[in-house]
């Protein structure tokens, strides 16, 4: 059987971290970005390893640069000419006042997230075109990390976050809408409160306020969210394209 490959964003911690060592587990090659955290994520990669990954490279990866994700995109060629998961989880979320945002602010938050988003997911097209052509039938899937402040607007996070979030469910949409004649499935996950370095930055005061409002009554683990990432990017999951899958604690019921 043909080694999946992934490619996962922001994979030096939280959320990315644990999709890097979960889909290792389950035998895929796995290329791991950074961006500040260089050490991180070569620990990252030794646990991915140990998992038992076919193949384990990481790379620097600035988001709001395209010539960064140009020449990312460059390395997996040379080395994998192929790619069957992309996953767009690396991101940033400034806790920010709608009234504090500089135009500064608003752009390196759209930038990172939502072009980066956009830009590279459409640079690993032909990444992913070859797989098929490599592998008749393969399942290739990209999966957009989104949030609930995408769906239901800043409720902790920035507005230029939320915008951000809501960007990419757009993205998520049209490339799915787009793909689907290829069997290239796009989905997005809007995770909750998570643990992480992002939510790291909370106060403890704005920490407790926030958990109070999450009716399962804490916050999510990044395996939690790496959980549903690993089946969205299953080929089980070969019927799913353009959805939006909640992993919030039930922070967002309809
Ligand atoms: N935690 C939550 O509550 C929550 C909720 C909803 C959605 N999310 C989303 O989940 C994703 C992962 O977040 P997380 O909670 O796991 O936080 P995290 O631990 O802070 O991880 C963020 C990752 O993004 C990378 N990153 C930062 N700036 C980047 C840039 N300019 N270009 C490329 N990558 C960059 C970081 O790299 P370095 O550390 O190496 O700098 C890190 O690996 C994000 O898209 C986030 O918006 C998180």
Redesign the pocket.
């Known amino acids: 059987m043909a080694v999946r490959r992934v490619l996962i964003?922001?994979?030096?911690?939280?959320?990315?971290?644990a999709t890097a060592i979960l889909l290792a587990k389950q035998g895929y090659a796995v290329w791991i970005?950074?961006?500040?955290?260089?050490a991180?994520?070569h620990e990252v990669a030794a646990q991915c390893r140990a998992a038992g990954a076919a193949k384990v490279h990481v790379s620097p990866?600035?988001?709001?640069s395209p010539t960064a994700i140009d020449a990312l995109v460059a390395d997996v060629t040379e080395s994998w000419g192929e790619l069957h998961v992309l996953v767009n989880?690396?991101?940033?979320?400034p806790y920010q006042g709608y009234d504090e945002i500089s135009i500064d602010d608003w752009d390196a938050v759209m930038e990172?997230?939502g072009r980066?988003t956009f830009l590279l997911s459409r640079a690993c097209l032909p990444l992913l075109r070859a797989a098929e052509a490599n592998t008749p039938g393969i399942d290739r899937v990209i999966i957009n990390?989104?949030?609930?402040?995408g769906q239901v607007g800043a409720i902790t996070t920035g507005m230029h976050?939320a915008a951000s979030?809501g960007a990419i469910l757009a993205i998520t949409r049209s490339f799915a809408r787009i793909l689907a004649s290829e069997h290239i499935r796009v989905n997005a996950v809007?995770?909750?409160?998570?643990?992480?370095?992002?939510?790291d930055n909370l106060s403890e005061a704005a920490r407790t306020s926030l958990e109070q409002t999450i009716p399962l009554g804490h916050?999510g683990e990044?395996e939690d969210?790496a959980w549903v990432i690993s089946g969205l990017a299953s080929p089980q999951a070969r019927f799913v394209t353009g959805v939006t899958y909640d992993v919030n604690g039930g922070t967002r019921i309809d």
């Open positions: 964003t922001g994979s030096s911690s939280g959320i990315g971290a970005t950074y961006t500040s955290g260089k991180a994520a990866l600035d988001l709001r989880n690396g991101g940033v979320c990172t997230n980066g990390l989104s949030s609930v402040a976050y979030k809007t995770p909750g409160p998570i643990t992480s370095a992002i939510t916050f990044p969210v």
